[in-house]
């Protein structure tokens, strides 16, 4: 395809280090939407005639159809996608096929394929995400009463509902969605027809290949157009944000399906057992989870790497923009297919959660709050008072609650009977009803204002 000037072929190493084929064949979709859109307009500008366009447009359906098929065949030799279906067309529709390249390079051709591959990559994470989402809300609603240990440092600290605690990662799921729609809107631009660098002499018609190929424009600058890589590292740098939160959940299960704490019995379809220890089940997918979210990072990482140095406009080190974005696409969709699948069928244990927020004085800043309301205390005094209910507590091996009260009046004698309401974690839980606080009917609202949210979309 370029070896004009050359009097000798490329050493076997060179063919292998130069070809991108084995990866980049996943562009063949895009390679041939891309071609076909600016066959459509070379041929609408007079550039290439009818004939011509339309049995390269017929070629490359065929090709389409083969593909489809048998799959893409490697040919290192070849080099890449564009270079393989161009000499398969050549074959098909004989010199015609030449035509095809004119007014374009691989290098605006390649960042045009990219860009619709991610695009289309961004819409299959928004349709698992959604699908997260909604699992999400479905088990945050159900146990939307369910008291539990909500924790700061890993210590026990106030009891929160596990509804509350579900609807945290609906929130930072809703962040991540949000984020990959910007992603989306930024890469929006077409490439096509910024050529090698400069730009082409032919009367082409950018406009026309943009909105043929659904972005929104053309870019504006020819030398960015083929040098930019961002709307991928937005897109890695979104997925890696979203593996984050993923890894995060999956830490939670995996504490929580640990014996000590026994808050979740993880189902059997995303467990493991031991070849040896008979009563082992390993909660492997969350494992997976949290382990992909350091190697969906390190893709992102290798990408801008790749990019720091880089002097406008192409260059081939620009070839490896394709693995580390395949790859953490693959690991991303996996993620969030395990994790959404964990969640519905994980069995919360809120009978031992709300048995571990009983036990843990996670009622104490209730006690402290009800001082400086009743009594008119300031806050700092009401903490010093309650931190000797809770010494007393902890003497006497018992819970704030069961604390007689005669020994809570003689740690202050402005304590009276009213505060066994406050003690218990049901009315704890109920009087936050603060702005986004863990108060049952707050936490319900959020859900249903989070459920009209998404029919609006
Ligand atoms: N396979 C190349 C890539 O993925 C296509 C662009 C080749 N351009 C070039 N000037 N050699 O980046």
């Known amino acids: 395809m370029w070896g004009g000037r050359f009097a000798a072929g490329p050493a076997s190493v ?4 130069n070809a991108s084929i084995p990866f980049d064949k996943r562009l063949w979709k895009q390679d041939i939407a891309g071609s076909k859109a600016h066959v459509a307009m070379l041929a609408k500008q007079g550039i290439v005639d009818g004939e011509d366009a339309q049995a390269i447009t017929e070629g490359l359906n065929r090709i389409a159809a083969e593909y489809e098929a048998d799959g893409v065949p490697v040919d290192l030799d070849l080099e890449d996608i564009h270079m393989v279906t161009e000499s398969r067309l050549a074959e098909l529709i004989g010199p015609a096929a030449g035509r095809l390249h004119t007014a374009r390079s691989r290098n605006d051709q390649v960042a045009t394929d990219f860009r619709l591959w991610v695009r289309d990559a961004i819409d299959e994470v928004e349709a698992g995400l959604q699908g997260l989402s909604a699992m999400l809300l479905t088990r945050a609603e159900e146990h ?18 596990l509804g509350h605690h579900l609807m945290a990662y609906h929130e930072m799921v809703r962040r991540d969605r949000s984020r990959f729609a910007d992603a989306r809107a930024r890469l929006n631009e077409c490439p096509l027809g910024a050529a090698a660098l400069a730009g082409t002499g032919f009367p082409i018609d950018r406009h026309a290949t943009a909105a043929a190929l659904g972005f929104a424009k053309p870019t504006d600058n020819s030398l960015d157009s083929v040098s930019d890589r961002d709307f991928a590292l937005d897109y890695l740098m979104a997925a890696t944000q979203c593996s984050l939160h993923l ?19 993880l189902p059997d379809a995303y467990s493991t057992g031991s070849s040896i220890m008979p009563q082992k089940r390993n909660p492997d997918a969350a494992e997976l989870v949290r382990g992909h979210a350091g190697r969906i990072m390190g893709c992102m990482n290798a990408l801008c790497v790749t990019m720091k140095g880089l002097p406008l406009a192409y260059s081939k080190d620009m070839q490896d923009d394709k693995p580390p974005v395949f790859e953490a696409h693959d690991l991303l969709g996996l993620s969030i297919a395990a994790m959404t699948g964990m969640i519905e069928t994980v069995t919360f244990r809120t009978d ?12 104490a800043t209730d006690l402290a709050d009800w001082l400086v309301r009743e009594g008119d205390i300031p806050f700092r005094e009401a903490h010093h008072i309650t ?4 010494a007393a507590a ?5 819970q704030l609650a069961d604390l007689p009260l005669e020994t809570l009046k003689a740690i202050d004698a402005r304590i009276d009977e009213r505060i066994y309401a406050v003690l218990t974690v049901d009315a704890s839980v109920a009087s936050r009803r603060s702005h986004g606080g863990t108060a049952p009917d707050q936490v319900r609202a959020r859900i249903a204002e989070a459920r009209n949210d998404a029919k609006g979309q």
């Open 14 to 17: 060179m063919r292998e280090i």
């Open 144 to 161: 939307a009463d369910a008291v539990m240990p909500g924790f700061t440092h890993l210590q026990s600290a106030q009891p929160v509902t």
């Open 247 to 265: 890894s995060r959940l999956a830490e939670e299960f995996i504490i929580w399906a640990s014996q000590p704490f026994g808050f979740v019995k």
């Open 352 to 363: 031992r959660m709300r048995g571990l927020a009983e036990s843990g004085f996670a009622t």
């Open 387 to 390: 931190g000797r209910a809770v």
């Open 394 to 398: 902890e003497a006497a091996g018992v």
